[in-house]
């Protein structure tokens, strides 16, 4: 079913860009869907918990500021604040205080943490490697680096 409307107020998708579009829609949504599978089949652990858990041994500390742990993996405070609730339950983060800050609350990894990240970790790689990473040629992989840098610097621009 075609949308009617005057081609003047909208600049609709062309068939080209428009094939670009949504596989990349759909591709995303079932690649985190099979992801996520893959880590909760083998670890019990989902792929956003392990997103957390990656982040945050990416530092020298083990920790970061819940607000910079939100905006770098794209969530709400009030989201991952959630999530980290149920990850300290589990015992894989705690919860400090900021030293630059004492208003501020990082996310810290235990232990526990590490370790689940350690077994994870290979299962994970396989599973990026499997399904994008080695579908790609060398120049698809910079090429596609390259225009979702992009995309994400604009979007960063749009929330700062």
């Given at each position: 079913?075609?949308?009617?409307?005057?081609?003047?107020?909208?600049?609709?998708?062309?068939?080209?860009?428009?094939?670009?579009?949504?596989?990349?829609?759909?591709?995303?949504?079932?690649?985190?869907?099979?992801?996520?599978r893959?880590?909760?089949?083998?670890?019990?652990?989902?792929?956003?918990?392990?997103?957390?858990?990656?982040?945050?041994?990416?530092?020298?500390?083990?920790?970061?500021?819940?607000?910079?742990?939100?905006?770098?993996?794209?969530?709400?405070?009030?989201?991952l604040?959630?999530?980290?609730?149920?990850?300290?339950?589990?015992?894989?983060?705690?919860?400090?205080?900021?030293?630059?800050?004492?208003?501020?609350?990082?996310?810290?990894?235990?232990?526990?943490?590490?370790?689940?990240?350690?077994?994870?970790?290979?299962?994970?790689?396989?599973?990026v490697r499997?399904?994008?990473?080695?579908?790609?040629?060398?120049d698809?992989?910079?090429?596609?680096?390259?225009?979702?840098?992009?995309?994400?610097?604009?979007?960063?621009?749009?929330?700062?």
């Open positions: 079913m075609a949308v009617d409307a005057d081609p003047g107020e909208t600049r609709w998708l062309t068939e080209k860009e428009m094939t670009a579009w949504r596989p990349y829609i759909v591709s995303t949504l079932r690649l985190r869907q099979r992801l996520h893959e880590l909760v089949e083998a670890h019990d652990v989902s792929l956003i918990d392990y997103e957390v858990l990656a982040a945050l041994s990416a530092t020298s500390t083990g920790s970061m500021r819940m607000t910079e742990l939100a905006a770098l993996l794209g969530s709400t405070k009030s989201r604040s959630h999530q980290i609730g149920r990850m300290e339950r589990a015992g894989h983060i705690r919860r400090g205080k900021d030293p630059d800050d004492k208003r501020g609350v990082t996310a810290e990894l235990t232990d526990a943490g590490v370790a689940l990240l350690r077994t994870a970790a290979p299962k994970h790689v396989a599973g499997a399904h994008m990473i080695d579908l790609l040629t060398e698809e992989q910079a090429a596609l680096g390259s225009a979702f840098t992009r995309v994400l610097g604009h979007l960063e621009q749009l929330d700062e």
